[in-house]
């Protein structure tokens, strides 16, 4: 896993390099070989958007952005922070997100957490975890966002440089994330597998 | 955070990026595992939705690049540039003082060259003009006429000839001399067209010598003199002008 998380964030650096370098057709095929599309896609359906139109939005990312500003990046090193970043900003920016920058406090989350669960009876474990990521998805935006880097193997470092708060504050956010889904979780525990 | 704090969250981030980690609470363990197990099944069953291969994306995206690449290609540079405001202003600002700084540098500054000639002695105005040509000019007119004909060697010995057989009487007519220069007789001489009397009125006038310093009617006199073809009355006035003493 620690070799697929460096090499996420070399392929990156390749391909922005092949964008930089006017090599816009190269770059394309890595972008497609490496899987991108298909991540990028995920990452914005997960965060409401339907197929088509997170389809239109990363053509949109690769033609002004990955395309157009890639010389912009300060540290090539961190070219994956760099598109997770401004893609993030383009989701917010195109006023698609269903909700916006919620946050629920600790103790909204455990009340949450069982109120729209479908509570079928002979749901597995697995079952139950992914609706309530769902349900968590859906009442904290900010928090799972947050999950899903550090589920993609983000560092704290490129963590913090995504959501552009200091490294105890990142780490400190990271906490809460942990805290905040507990209480989702804690009923698919007393599921039997 | 404290420090059993920091442990917890470490381990929970490794656990979520399939880094084994060791001493961990087993129900942490298992809460983290489930998290990432339906995490990863949510991502696939998304992306089973996308297609494998969609040509029609990476079509699109070409099209596009090239569109951009035709439109970037048919800007002129001129365009381009003035595109960042910035830079332009930035560039034409720069520019004016570069040309500002050089006129206030160069003003007023002459070469060794013209400052050598520059003349400030009054020419003699008794003499005749073949006698100040002679005089004045160098080997060439010395040896050849006025139109380029060779007037043999014995045009060397006419101002000798002169010099032997003729008593030269200096008269001062007052318009020869630094100290002697009158206007009225240098007025005089200078309507008949005498272009030293013409150079020693503008010398006057640019010195100050017996009328008042004004390099207007020096540059003008000058102007006079070297129509007449007075080499001297032009390098001075071209003097007057680089030293900015006229516009």
């Keep these: 896993m620690r070799k697929e998380k460096q090499s996420k964030r070399h392929q990156a650096i390749e391909i922005i390099q092949l964008f930089r370098g006017g090599r816009s057709d190269e770059a394309l095929v890595l972008f497609e070989k490496y899987g991108f599309r298909k991540e990028f896609i995920c990452f914005a359906v997960t965060r409401g958007i339907d197929y088509e139109d997170a389809s239109d939005l990363v053509q949109k990312f690769i033609i002004d952005k990955l395309y157009m500003k890639s010389d912009s990046i300060e540290h090539i090193e961190y070219a994956r922070t760099w598109m997770y970043m401004v893609f993030r900003n383009m989701i917010n920016d195109q006023g698609r997100l269903l909700i916006k920058n919620r946050e629920v406090s600790l103790d909204e989350a455990k009340d949450q957490s069982y109120e729209e669960a479908s509570g079928e009876k002979n749901q597995t474990r697995s079952d139950c975890v992914q609706e309530q990521l769902k349900i968590f998805r859906d009442k904290d935006q900010k928090h799972a966002e947050v999950m899903d880097y550090i589920m993609k193997g983000f560092d704290v470092e490129e963590v913090r440089l995504t959501i552009g708060r200091s490294y105890g504050a990142t780490r400190q956010f990271m906490s809460q994330c942990r805290k905040k889904f507990k209480p989702f979780l804690e009923r698919c525990l007393e599921i039997d597998e | ?247």
């Design chain 2, 1 to 247: 955070m404290k420090n059993k704090d920091q442990k917890i969250l470490q381990n929970w981030i490794d656990t979520l990026q399939g880094i084994s980690v060791r001493g961990m609470d087993s129900k942490s363990r298992l809460e983290a595992r489930l998290l990432k197990k339906a995490w990863l099944e949510e991502s696939k069953k998304i992306e089973n939705k996308i297609p494998d291969q969609d040509p029609a994306f990476y079509q699109n995206i070409k099209e596009a690049l090239k569109k951009k690449k035709d439109k970037t290609a048919s800007k002129n540079l001129w365009t381009s540039f003035f595109e960042n405001k910035f830079k332009a202003f930035l560039v034409v600002i720069l520019g004016t003082g570069v040309v500002y700084a050089s006129k206030k540098t160069y003003d007023g500054l002459v070469s060794v060259a013209e400052e050598l000639n520059h003349v400030v002695l009054a020419k003699d105005t008794t003499k005749t003009k073949a006698e100040n040509e002679i005089e004045e000019n160098g080997f060439w007119d010395e040896h050849f006429d006025r139109h380029g004909g060779f007037t043999g060697f014995w045009s060397r010995y006419i101002p000798k000839i002169n010099e032997g057989n003729i008593p030269i009487v200096e008269v001062d007519n007052f318009c020869s001399h630094n100290a002697t220069l009158n206007l009225n007789a240098c007025l005089e001489l200078a309507n008949q067209y005498n272009s030293n009397a013409r150079f020693n009125l503008g010398l006057m006038y640019e010195l100050g010598l017996n009328v008042d310093q004004n390099y207007l009617q020096a540059y003008e006199w000058y102007k006079k003199s070297s129509a007449l073809g007075n080499e001297d009355a032009r390098s001075n006035m071209e003097y007057l002008i680089k030293k900015g003493l006229v516009y």
